[in-house]
């Protein structure tokens, strides 16, 4: 079995891979509708309702980085829905519009500052498989 290594997924906003990411995760919701009734015998039922999705991630604060976190305050200070995509680019990709609604800056003693965000999706997201 062969298993993806964490490297090679990369994050990337209109085309361009965040640099200097350390980490990102993708997640995905689908909320519950109970249409249990009270002659199911106790058996909870339910049916699929809407769906949510976000991407997540965080790294080092490159300033001369090609896509970095200069970028990303920009398009938070306007609101832009942005086209993201996560992925290797050969064996699992996802994409979406989304907004990024979360971003964080960390400056610690003695250490490398850091940034953080999360890129709500908005609408469906899809998913390419090779």
């Not at 249409?35 to 300033?63: H, I, M, R, Y």
């Not at 200070?77 to 994409?95: E, P, R, S, W």
Request: with cysteine; glycine share 14%; net charge negative.
């Amino acid at each position: 079995m062969a298993v993806i290594n964490g490297n090679d997924i990369g994050v990337y906003v209109g085309g361009q891979l965040i640099g200097c990411l350390t980490g990102s995760t993708f997640s995905a919701t689908r909320e519950e509708i109970d249409v249990t009734c009270k002659d199911n015998a106790g058996a909870k039922q339910v049916l699929p309702g809407g769906s949510s999705a976000t991407v997540s991630f965080e790294g080092l604060w490159n300033p001369s980085g090609a896509y970095n976190f200069g970028d990303l305050v920009d398009i938070h200070l306007a609101g832009t829905k942005v086209n993201i995509k996560m992925g290797d680019n050969t064996t699992l990709t996802f994409f979406a519009e989304a907004y990024l609604n979360q971003l964080e800056f960390s400056a610690p003693l003695n250490a490398g500052s850091t940034f953080s965000g999360t890129f709500t999706v908005t609408g469906a997201w899809t998913k390419s498989e090779t």
